[in-house]
Nanobody, 127 residues
Framework: QVQLVESGGGLVQAGGSLRLSCAAS????????MGWFRQAPGKERGFVAA????????HYADSVKGRFTISRDNGKNTVYLQMNSLKPEDTAVYYC????????????????????WGQGTQVTVSS
């Protein structure tokens, strides 16, 4: 059983930056493909970014490509999401998720495909 705990959310002005972290415990972190999803009020949870087990493959939603960067440190059992040039439409609860897989990052973009979830962290971008 893998436990995931996100941190780093908050309130930021448009154009600003935030770095989210997701610390994993209870499993072998390098066995998992990791993803970030977000959910705004009244909307379905949507894919943001994913990274494969070794960090050599990443994949992004078109809406964040060029602004967000996903990375991982297997020695620290942590995955990160660096968010730059934030927009009001990025406002959402951000969740990290883990999928037991050695596939490339493009393999899993649906939230139902992931095995474990964190509790989420709120990101609010003011205009």
């Amino acid at each position: 059983q893998v436990q995931l705990v996100e941190s780093g959310g908050g309130l930021v002005q448009a154009g600003g930056s935030l770095r989210l972290s997701c610390a994993a415990s209870g499993g072998t972190f390098s066995n998992y493909l990791m993803g970030w999803f977000r959910q705004a009020p009244g909307k379905e949870r949507g894919f943001v970014a994913a990274i494969n087990w070794s960090g050599t493959s990443t994949h992004y939603a078109d809406s964040v490509k060029g602004r967000f960067t996903i990375s991982r440190d297997n020695g620290k059992n942590t995955v990160y999401l660096q968010m730059n040039s934030l927009k009001p439409e990025d406002t959402a609860v951000y969740y990290c998720a883990a999928k037991w897989s050695y596939s490339i990052a493009t393999a899993y973009v649906g939230f139902r495909e992931y095995d474990y979830w964190g509790q989420g962290t709120q990101v609010t971008v003011s205009s």
